[in-house]
């Protein structure tokens, strides 16, 4: 069994680049002066604060994906996809930040590592049920 420590490395990474976002925005709420609770009013702010959702949101996507593609396939192929996607993440998050139509490149980067993940682990498990049987 491979003990899969390099993607703990890279899922512990993903979440503190998680926590990077999540600190540009307390970052951007001192900038713009808008405190909690209030999400709206400087587009500063806004930005980040999507960048933020945003990423939690495709969190639940890719760790699981991460994961089971490394099980069933390969904990370095995983492992590669895993920097992909986090460098996908940054790039969106530098790019929105800076200007909401420079976020494509590095969504699309992130999307199709996810995608790769996802679907390559579920078209292993069923490989691995339809040949095995179990």
């Given amino acids: 069994m491979q003990p899969h420590s390099w993607v703990a490395v890279v899922t512990l990474i993903a979440l503190l680049v998680y926590v990077w976002m999540a600190l540009g925005v307390v970052g951007a709420r001192r ?3 808008i405190d909690a609770p209030t999400m709206t009013g400087d587009p500063v702010l806004e930005r980040h604060v999507r960048v933020q959702a945003n990423t939690l949101e495709w969190l639940p996507l890719f760790l699981p ?3 089971l ?3 069933y396939w390969s904990d370095l192929a ?3 996809l895993g920097v992909v996607w986090i460098a996908g993440r ?4 530098l790019g929105y930040v800076a200007d909401p139509g420079k976020r494509e490149a590095g969504f699309i ?3 199709l590592a996810t ?3 996802l679907f390559g682990a579920l078209g292993r498990v069923i490989w ?3 040949t095995l049987g179990a």
């Fill in 90 to 93: 940054i790039i969106y998050a």
């Fill in 31 to 33: 900038k713009c002066g």
């Fill in 128 to 130: 691995m049920l339809a």
């Fill in 115 to 117: 995608a790769i993940l």
């Fill in 78 to 80: 995983a492992t590669i």
């Fill in 69 to 71: 593609f490394a099980i």
């Fill in 65 to 67: 994906s991460l994961w």
């Fill in 109 to 111: 980067i992130q999307a």
